[in-house]
């Protein structure tokens, strides 16, 4: 190479680049590639100048794209021309700890397949190491305790390199160069078996001890990456029974953990996508369709025809699932409702009733993340994520408006998540849970602590739901010094989806779900808005109708029969389909509440509109976990039925969707014996058919092309396809969720980008 040919240039490099091997990926193009220079990491992101021939250098920048390692993502490439200096050699020059970091730490990351050919190589000196992990690899998020992403401010801390691993941390070219969690048998966290009286039980493996006992029908408590789970045998059906009386959890389904994809087919039928889904580096649950023939005990999803599957995503589970040699039960170590259990001393408190034993480690969890949750969607790429947790967060999304001053957003109730934001990116939050105990509101509070000074965010603006008795807003408005900003919940929604595909609207938006604060004091729930990041307009609305009793119309669905049966024929006889369920008396004093309003609050709610009709064509009159009955109702559906009820929509002044006759039909049918299958598919026909209508009506009449459909309602993949699709077909453009739920756990990131919008505009 000669002076006279080279040329040098300067790389800026942003995005997520930092803590995923990018540094030692750039020493090893540039070397391959002949070329000198130096690379580093700063406060915004990685730093390289590279000299060599012309078309070195070009193939050197392409490359940092196109063979960026696997946990790396960039964002932002730009490139600047240097003076070429002549010196020789690359190097990697050590990190400048000025100004504040940007995103350095990336989620949990499933073992990579370097890693697991290493953990079953005998030859290996992390052989069956149930911590093995590398720079594409291993806890991140759940062992970070603060800034810069060093070992010293993990978890890790604690265990002191051997000289070994710190080679390897020290080694630019090697796989495990400053993979921070880098540990090994001699120098790293080990496990325990231990009863649950927290007895350690002597055992020289003790993977393959809570496996044998997993296989004699024990229950286990198994410490995992972001909390405890607890585990079982799936086909044993005394074992899943004694664990569900054990946590007092009647219906909700389960979740498994399969060994490979081969086990996953024996158990649900699997699309190609959901495949990808269950093989991606976030190791979701997947819910898919079960296979008639599938070994699974009945009590493992009762009443559902789907499965939530999961593949082994840490070294531990890979051991543990294959020494068990068949399929485990992995539900959340928690009771009931609690959040699920991430420290040891409170795992023992509260989960030694439950199981028989623990098998544990020695490496703290620092934020405690449940599994994340998704289902895929005929006909699009992205899947529907009912629970965004382990895996994704804390991954940034962006802001179509950036905020101009940084914000804190905290979020609803149910499925709560808060959102920290500054310029064009924000961080939602992992799925904290129901804002309604004081565990649940301490997670909340450490969490936002514990964001702000991951991201470098202090919050100047905090945004919070209208609803005066969320916890989340009282959080909120007990923050001193900031400014407050008060966001609807349904305009949140849409604002959510609007602004995760990158738009600020204006667009119409059907937003269904449970409960929403409204202005006008009432419920809402089923709206039909047309609005942008700024402001909404109510366009129309489900015609609204009693909540029976309040907050315990939402556990009685049969109490929604009453109030719709109240409104569409003033005074109904308890319909035979309830006849067991409900004495006549309790029917006539519900109904009583429905006509005059006492302790009963109007509502427009699609989520009551669904308990509804689940009760009336014999579904469930009662629900012991949110969205039951919703859930199986959808799942009834006959799916080739193609009648529908009537649904009429009434234009006089805001448009109404009258589903008064829709219950009529319903119940007529269900009294004649049609059964679920088919009410439930006439039902949701009904609602697609008249949701599609509406909301082509309102972007006729608004001049709009773009229709968000959001809400937890559209959770119901059913429901979503069929609107969809005839929205599609009417040439409108249909937004839906894809990185964020449907549910409320977008609803922070929402309230985020009103709130940036609003600054930027002035207001
Ligand atoms: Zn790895
Ligand atoms: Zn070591
Ligand atoms: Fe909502």
């Known amino acids: ?111 990579c397949e370097d890693c697991l050919a290493e953990l079953f190589d005998p030859a290996d000196r992390r052989y069956r190491y149930p911590f093995i992990n590398c720079t594409n690899c291993g806890p991140r998020f759940t062992i970070v305790r603060g800034v810069p992403y060093d070992r010293p401010l993990t978890t890790m801390a604690g265990f002191e390199m051997c000289e070994a691993c710190r080679a390897e941390y020290d080694d630019p070219l090697d796989r495990r160069f400053h993979a921070q969690p880098n540990a090994c048998p001699d120098c790293g966290p080990s496990l325990v078996l231990l009863d649950r ?33 607890l585990a079982c045998a799936a086909a044993d059906e005394e074992a899943v029974t004694a664990l569900r009386a054990r946590k007092h959890r009647e219906d909700k389904p389960f979740a498994l953990m399969a060994a490979d994809l081969e086990a996953v087919r024996e158990l649900v039928e699997l699309t190609a996508a959901e495949q990808e889904l269950l093989r991606s580096r976030q190791r979701p649950i997947v819910i898919a369709r079960r296979r008639p023939a599938a070994r699974v005990a009945r009590g493992v999803a009762p009443g559902s025809p789907d499965l939530g599957v999961m593949l082994p995503y840490s070294p531990l ?24 259990a991430y420290e040891d001393a409170d795992a023992f408190d509260r989960l030694a009733a439950i199981a028989d034993l623990f098998l544990v480690h020695d490496r703290p969890i620092h934020t405690r993340t449940d599994d994340s949750v998704v289902r895929s969607v005929g006909g699009r790429a992205a899947p529907l994520v009912l629970r965004r947790s382990r895996g994704y967060v804390p991954e940034s999304i962006p802001l179509p408006v950036p905020a101009a001053r940084p914000l804190l957003a905290c979020g609803a109730e149910l499925k709560s998540t808060f959102c920290v934001a500054k310029g064009d990116r924000a961080w939602v939050s992992h799925h904290i849970g129901d804002l309604e105990n004081w565990e649940t509101l301490r997670s909340f509070r ?16 905090v945004v919070h739901d209208l609803h005066p008795d969320y916890l989340s807003t009282e959080e909120a408005l007990a923050r001193e010094g900031v400014e407050h900003v008060g966001v609807q919940h349904h305009h949140a929604h849409l604002a959510a989806c609007l602004a995760e595909h990158g738009e600020r609207g204006p667009a119409v938006g059907a937003i269904f779900d449970g409960t929403g604060y409204g202005p006008d004091g009432t419920v809402w729930g089923g709206e039909l808005l047309v609005g942008d990041l700024t402001g909404f307009d109510r366009a129309g609305f489900l015609r609204p109708v009693r909540l029976p009793g309040g907050a ?57 509109l669904f308990d509804a009709v689940a009760a009336l064509c014999g579904v469930r009159g009662r629900v012991n976990y949110e969205g039951q009955a919703a859930a199986e109702l959808e799942s009834a559906a006959d799916r080739s039925e193609t009648a529908a ?21 319903a119940l007529r049918d269900a009294e004649a014996g049609a059964g679920a299958a088919l009410v439930s598919a006439r039902f949701h026909n009904a609602l697609a058919a008249a949701t599609a209508a509406a909301c082509e009506r309102v972007a006729a009449a608004a001049g709009l092309d773009a229709v968000v459909l959001a809400g937890g309602v559209f959770q119901n993949r059913l429901l979503l396809e069929r609107t969809s699709e005839r929205l599609a077909a009417a040439g409108l453009r249909v937004l839906v969720p894809e990185r964020l739920p449907p549910n409320d756990g977008a609803i922070s990131y929402g309230q985020a980008a009103v709130a940036s919008a609003l600054d930027a505009r002035g207001g």
């Open 1 to 111: 190479m000669t002076l006279a040919t080279a040329i040098r240039t300067r790389v800026r490099v942003e995005g997520t680049v930092q803590g995923v091997g990018f540094r030692p990926f750039v020493y090893r193009l540039a070397a391959s590639l002949e070329l000198s220079g130096w690379v580093l990491n700063d406060e915004r992101g990685v730093l390289l100048e590279v000299e060599g021939p012309a078309d070195g250098v070009e193939a050197f920048v392409r490359r940092l794209r196109s063979d960026a390692p696997p946990l790396a993502r960039v964002e932002r490439l730009a490139t600047e021309p240097r003076p070429p200096m002549g010196g020789r050699g690359f190097r990697i020059v050590e990190s400048e700890r000025s100004g504040e970091p940007v995103a350095p730490v990336t989620p949990d990351t499933a073992t």
């Open 645 to 665: 009820y009537p649904l009429p929509l009434d234009g006089h002044g805001p448009m109404t969707l009258d589903a008064r006759p829709t219950v009529l039909a």
């Open 446 to 461: 450490e969490g936002i602590v514990h964001f702000e000074r991951l991201f470098a965010v202090a919050p100047r603006k």
């Open 197 to 229: 009286s927290g007895r350690e039980l002597p055992a020289a493996d003790p993977v393959g001890a809570a496996a044998a006992a997993l296989a004699a029908g024990r229950v286990v408590a198994v410490k995992g990456l972001g909390g405890y789970h």
């Open 552 to 608: 315990r119309a939402i556990k009685e669905p049969w109490r929604m029969a009453c109030a719709w049966l109240v409104a569409a024929v003033e005074d109904p006889p308890p319909p035979a389909t309830l006849a067991g369920a409900v004495a006549p008396g309790r029917w006539r004093d519900v109904a009583e509440l429905a006509r005059t309003g006492v302790a009963s609050p109007l509502t427009s709610s699609v989520g009551r």
């Open 317 to 340: 589970h890979h051991l543990l699932l294959r020494e068990a040699g068949a399929t485990l039960v992995m539900t959340s170590g928690n009771v009931s409702d609690e959040p699920i």
